[in-house]
T-cell receptor, first 113, second 110 residues
Framework: DTAVSQTPKYLVTQMGNDKSIKCEQN?????MYWYKQDSKKFLKIMFS???????INETVPNRFSPKSPDKAHLNLHINSLELGDSAVYFC????????????FGPGTRLTVL | RKEVEQDPGPFNVPEGATVAFNCTYS??????FFWYRQDCRKEPKLLMS???SGNEDGRFTAQLNRASQYISLLIRDSKLSDSATYLC???????????FGKGTRLSVIA
C-alpha cells in the first residue's frame, strides 16, 4: 500500500500554462507539506497544511496555490508556469506539525519548456 | 549563509570502509536533528534521528554537538547499497518546517 502518493509522476508543459499536482496520504496524518527540489538538489519547504488549514507559507510566489479538500489530500496548482518552476515537487505528511518524522511521496518531476 | 551546511562530496569509498559525514547548522533555536537518505531520483527517507547523547542504529552512528552546532553521521562497514545522498536536517520546535542541507553524495565501490 502506498503511504503518500502523487500524480502525475512526470509533467512536461509549456511556459504560461496552468497545471496541478495531486497528493494523497493514507496514513491518517493531520499535516501535509509541499517541498521543491531544484536542479541543484536543494530541498525546500513551500507550504504546510494542518487539518486543511495553511500553517506554513514560505515566500512562495502567489502563482502557486495549494488546496486541501480534506486532510488526506493536498493539491498544488501552479498558474502561468515559468522556466524556473522546473523542479521535482515532493509531497509529505506527518502526524502533526510538531512531530518530526515526515513521510515523502515519490515526487513529481515538472519540466517547463 | 545557508541554515544547514554539508560537504557535497562525492565521497567514493570501497566496500567495507568507514565513512563520516559532517554537517553544521546556523540557527541555535534548532531543536530536532535528523539524517535522511535520498536515492537517485527517489524521495527522501528518514535514516535516523539524532539525539544529544549520540545514537546508533546498526552500522550507523549519529552524533550531535549543540555547543558547536555540529552533527555527524558515521557509517561503518559500507555496503554497495549505502550509495545515496545523505541529507542533514534540522527543525525548530512547534509548527516549523524541516530545513534540509544540500546533501552529501556517497558512492560505495566494489
Amino acid at each position: 500500500d502506498t503511504a503518500v502518493s502523487q500524480t502525475p509522476k512526470y509533467l512536461v508543459t509549456q511556459m504560461g500554462n496552468d497545471k496541478s499536482i495531486k497528493c494523497e496520504q493514507n496514513l491518517g496524518h493531520d499535516t501535509m507539506y509541499w517541498y521543491k527540489q531544484d536542479s541543484k538538489k536543494f530541498l525546500k519547504i513551500m507550504f504546510s497544511y494542518n487539518n486543511k488549514e495553511l500553517i506554513i507559507n514560505e515566500t512562495v510566489p502567489n502563482r502557486f496555490s495549494p488546496k486541501s479538500p480534506d486532510k488526506a489530500h493536498l493539491n498544488l496548482h501552479i498558474n502561468s508556469l515559468e522556466l524556473g518552476d522546473s523542479a521535482v515537487y515532493f509531497c509529505a505528511s506527518s502526524q502533526d506539525p510538531g512531530v518530526d518524522t515526515q513521510y515523502f511521496g515519490p515526487g513529481t518531476r515538472l519540466t517547463v519548456l | 549563509r545557508k541554515e544547514v551546511e554539508q560537504d557535497p562530496g562525492p565521497f567514493n569509498v570501497p566496500e567495507g570502509a568507514t565513512v563520516a559525514f559532517n554537517c553544521t547548522y546556523s540557527n541555535s533555536a534548532s531543536q530536532s536533528f535528523f539524517w535522511y537518505r535520498q536515492d537517485c531520483r527517489k524521495e527522501p527517507k528518514l535514516l535516523m534521528s539524532v539525539y544529544s547523547s549520540g545514537n546508533e542504529d546498526g552500522r550507523f552512528t549519529a552524533q550531535l554537538n549543540r555547543a558547536s552546532q555540529y552533527i555527524s553521521l558515521l557509517i561503518r562497514d559500507s555496503k554497495l547499497s549505502d550509495s545515496a545522498t545523505y541529507l542533514c536536517v534540522v527543525k525548530r520546535s512547534g509548527n516549523t518546517p524541516l530545513v534540509f542541507g544540500k546533501g552529501t553524495r556517497l558512492s560505495v565501490i566494489a
